[in-house]
């Protein structure tokens, strides 16, 4: 759904993207991690053919962001840090004018128009001008006109912010319940819980380009090593440990807790567990210790800082 390949854009002196490399199937939900000024936003703009790259180049939704930069806008659903809101129309009518930019028909308008403002608490608030509007209340009128014509390609920049802890996870759920095997997401955010509660595969950017991508799991192994899993017992350890597998490391053993650590944790843990087990130690609970997504962030930021990207 989306495929960009070495995607750079300069501003006279300035390279606000360098080499941006990504590629969203349909039914994934991508997001891209970063600091500000990383070129998150520039590239959306790419993506969307608002601006053109001075290298590079992509395709969204089967259409060259390049040569078709019509036919992509009209198959994607856009929410940036600026709205452009028309902040003097009612709601109901500014949702009513983009509907028919985007060709629906009267009965699809209206209906559309109904479900998501209904969705998003501003059925009641239809008639009110969207200068009027909170913060929180004009980022979901964003998102539902963004939604309006229901697009393959949602680009989402920052979808959450300004918004309540209710009114945040209302959009969480309704990104949540947008997947489907047709249509592919590309999140950028700045908060990394919620990448990690709704994407498939993240992207942290640095420098104008994506220093490392992968899914939670896989950044986290390549970035703070293997998992460590504590094993809680019936009883204190006493003497030495049974033997355990070769891969696997002995991390600590004290009271009733044995925390252990193997690359090939899958395979390795009921092994661990069986070992146990057989030298006499009931098994309470087995499980992981939580690794941040946040540690894996600063790890690339400060590896980035030091190759000199």
Same mark, same amino acid.
Request: charged share 25%; proline share 6%.
């Given at each position: 759904?989306?495929?960009?390949? +070495?995607?750079?854009?300069?501003?006279?002196?300035?390279? @606000?993207?360098?080499?941006?490399?990504?590629?969203? +199937?349909?039914?994934?939900?991508?997001?891209?991690?970063?600091?500000? !000024?990383? !070129?998150?936003?520039?590239?959306? +703009?790419?993506?969307?053919?608002?601006?053109?790259?001075?290298?590079?180049?992509?395709?969204?939704?089967?259409?060259?962001?390049?040569?078709?930069?019509?036919?992509?806008?009209?198959?994607?659903?856009?929410?940036?840090?600026?709205?452009?809101?028309?902040?003097?129309?009612? @709601?109901?009518?500014?949702?009513?004018?983009? /509907?028919?930019?985007?060709? #629906?028909?009267?009965? %699809?308008?209206?209906?559309? &128009? *109904?479900?998501?403002?209904?969705?998003?608490?501003?059925?009641?608030?239809? @008639? +009110?001008?969207?200068?009027?509007?909170? =913060? /929180?209340?004009?980022? =979901?009128?964003?998102?539902?006109?963004?939604?309006?014509?229901?697009?393959?390609?949602?680009?989402?920049?920052?979808?959450?912010?300004?918004?309540?802890?209710?009114?945040?996870?209302?959009?969480?759920?309704? &990104?949540?319940?947008? *997947?489907?095997?047709?249509?592919? &997401?590309?999140?950028?955010?700045?908060? #990394?819980?919620?990448?990690?509660?709704?994407?498939? *595969? &993240?992207?942290?950017? %640095?420098?104008?380009?994506?220093? $490392?991508?992968? %899914?939670?799991?896989?950044?986290?192994?390549?970035?703070?090593? $293997?998992?460590?899993? $504590?094993?809680?017992?019936?009883?204190?350890?006493?003497?030495?440990?049974?033997?355990?597998?070769?891969?696997?490391?002995?991390?600590?053993?004290?009271?009733?807790?044995?925390?252990?650590?193997?690359?090939?944790?899958?395979?390795?843990?009921?092994?661990?567990?069986? @070992?146990?087990?057989?030298?006499?130690?009931?098994?309470?609970?087995?499980?992981?210790?939580?690794?941040? #997504?946040?540690?894996?962030?600063?790890?690339?930021?400060?590896?980035?800082?030091?190759? !000199?990207?």
């Amino acid at each position: 759904m989306i495929l960009a390949e +070495r995607l750079a854009k300069r501003f006279d002196d300035l390279w @606000a993207v360098t080499d941006f490399s990504l590629e969203v +199937r349909p039914g994934e939900v991508v997001a891209v991690l970063g600091p500000n !000024g990383a !070129g998150k936003t520039t590239t959306v +703009r790419m993506l969307v053919s608002i601006l053109q790259p001075t290298r590079g180049r992509a395709v969204v939704a089967g259409y060259d962001t390049s040569s078709h930069g019509l036919e992509v806008r009209r198959r994607v659903g856009v929410l940036t840090e600026q709205h452009g809101l028309y902040l003097r129309m009612p @709601a109901y009518d500014y949702l009513d004018f983009f /509907g028919r930019v985007y060709g #629906l028909d009267d009965a %699809t308008r209206a209906e559309r &128009i *109904r479900h998501w403002m209904t969705y998003f608490g501003l059925w009641e608030a239809r @008639a +009110r001008r969207i200068g009027t509007y909170s =913060k /929180g209340m004009q980022q =979901k009128l964003a998102l539902a006109r963004a939604l309006l014509h229901e697009p393959p390609v949602l680009l989402l920049d920052e979808p959450t912010s300004a918004m309540d802890p209710e009114s945040a996870r209302l959009v969480r759920e309704a &990104i949540q319940g947008l *997947r489907s095997e047709e249509r592919a &997401i590309l999140l950028c955010t700045h908060n #990394l819980q919620e990448a990690e509660m709704l994407a498939d *595969r &993240i992207a942290i950017m %640095t420098a104008g380009r994506v220093a $490392a991508v992968g %899914t939670p799991r896989a950044l986290k192994d390549a970035w703070l090593g $293997a998992p460590i899993f $504590a094993v809680h017992l019936t009883r204190s350890v006493e003497g030495d440990l049974p033997p355990m597998p070769p891969s696997v490391e002995v991390v600590a053993a004290q009271g009733r807790e044995v925390r252990v650590r193997s690359p090939r944790w899958e395979e390795d843990n009921p092994r661990v567990a069986a @070992a146990l087990m057989a030298a006499g130690y009931g098994i309470v609970r087995f499980e992981e210790e939580p690794r941040r #997504l946040e540690e894996v962030y600063l790890r690339v930021m400060a590896h980035e800082v030091a190759d !000199g990207n």
